[in-house]
Structures are given as C-alpha cells and as structure tokens.
C-alpha cells in the first residue's frame, strides 16, 4: 500500500477540507443578522477591520467574507497547515502564520505589516485556549492602528461538537447558517488591556449568545 508523505496528506485533507464546506454552504440556507454596516466596512478600501470570532467557530468564516481582501492569523501548529491550505483556496482570503501564543510577535508583526491593505482576522482564544477568553493580539493592533473589531459568530441547526478544548463545531449538510456580527469596537488606546480583553470578550461572547440560541 503506498504511503502519503505528510505534505501529501496536508494537501488531501485541505481538498477534502475546502469540498465539505462548500458541500455544507451551497446546501444550507443563510440567515444574516446585523451585516448591513459590516458589509460596508468589508468592501471600503479606506477603511480595515479586524475581525474575531472563536476558535470553534472557524468551518464556516471563509464563506461569509466578501471584502477587498483578508489576512488571516493561522497557528504555527501543525493543524494550521491544514487550515491556511484551505483558506488560500478561497478568494481574497490569506494567512499569516503565528498565534496568540507560539510565534505571537512575529505573527502580529507580519498582520499589522498587512494593515494598509487588507482587513484582518484572528481567533482571540486560538490556537489552543482556554476557551471564550480573549489573548491580546486583537487587543494590541487595535490600540495600535486604530481600527475597529468586529465581534463575529455563526451557529448551524444541524451539527457534531468535538470533545476538543473548544467544542468544535462541524456542520452538517442540508442544514440552516445564522452569521451574527456585532458593532464596531473602538479601543482607547490608553484603556487597560484588562478592561479592553472584558469589553471585547462581553462582546463576543453576546453575538455567539444570540448565534446559540436562534435555532432553539
């Protein structure tokens, strides 16, 4: 039996990867609560976002984004080869390898490089926890370049959760989307990053909230 090299099996799974989620979108109907200004910050080119939303909710983001062009802060673990082979199969869509933890500096240093010309994302809890708390990387660039976060979720009727640190979600085909986006968040950039990590998780975790309960 032949053996796949681990490049060979990265690129497998990213295929099968991107397949599925297509397969899930095109065979799900959408529901879209509170994108109207959202939508417009993505397509401005004079202004950037910095978009978050929890590491469990990833399967589902590179479908919503319909911007001028996203750079994505993807872990240096070995499941984020996996990941960034799939986001770089989707238009306007592009990774920066790093992560709150491992490899933080440099990855927010190669995101806020991106800043003039792209909108950004990150996972604030990736790339391994704890969950729903907020690291600091969204928290710093804001400060630093002054542009907003977005709070973003999604729920699915019909799904698996994985008894992983985050509960990943896995959609099912033939289902139901609901994408949730918050307001705007401005930091200060003389607020304390205690206060600034409360107001952002409150945030997030209130559109998740409402992304939870749509379907009960």
């Given at each position: ?21 297509d ?19 993505w ?6 976002t ?16 319909k ?25 306007k869509?592009s ?20 800043v ?10 990736g790339?391994?926890g ?7 990387g ?17 729920n ?15 959609p ?12 705007p ?14 107001i952002?998780?409150?945030k997030l975790m ?5 992304a939870?309960n749509y379907?009960?």
């Amino acid at each position: 039996m032949k053996k796949f090299t681990r490049p060979a099996k990265i690129h497998i799974a990213s295929i099968l990867g991107k397949s599925y989620i297509d397969f899930v979108f095109v065979t799900s109907k959408k529901y879209y609560i509170n994108f109207e200004n959202v939508f417009r910050l993505w397509e401005s080119k004079e202004t950037k976002t910095i978009n978050i939303f929890w590491h469990n909710r990833i399967a589902l983001m590179p479908k919503l984004y319909k911007g001028k062009g996203i750079k994505i802060l993807i872990s240096d673990h070995s499941d984020g080869e996996i990941i960034t082979k799939i986001i770089l199969k989707y238009k306007k869509l592009s990774a920066v390898r790093g992560s709150t933890k491992k490899g933080a500096v440099r990855g927010l240093k190669n995101l806020i490089k991106e800043v003039k010309n792209y909108d950004i994302c990150i996972t604030p809890d990736g790339p391994r926890g704890p969950k729903y708390e907020i690291q600091g990387g969204s928290i710093y660039i804001s400060k630093l370049t002054g542009f907003p976060i977005i709070p973003l979720s999604y729920n699915v009727r019909k799904k698996y959760v994985l008894n992983s640190w985050d509960n990943f979600i896995i959609p099912y085909p033939f289902n139901e989307i609901v994408y949730v986006a918050g307001e705007p968040i401005f930091i200060d950039k003389d607020i304390d990053n205690d206060e600034a990590k409360k107001i952002v998780k409150d945030k997030l975790m209130e559109v998740t909230e409402i992304a939870d309960n749509y379907f009960s």
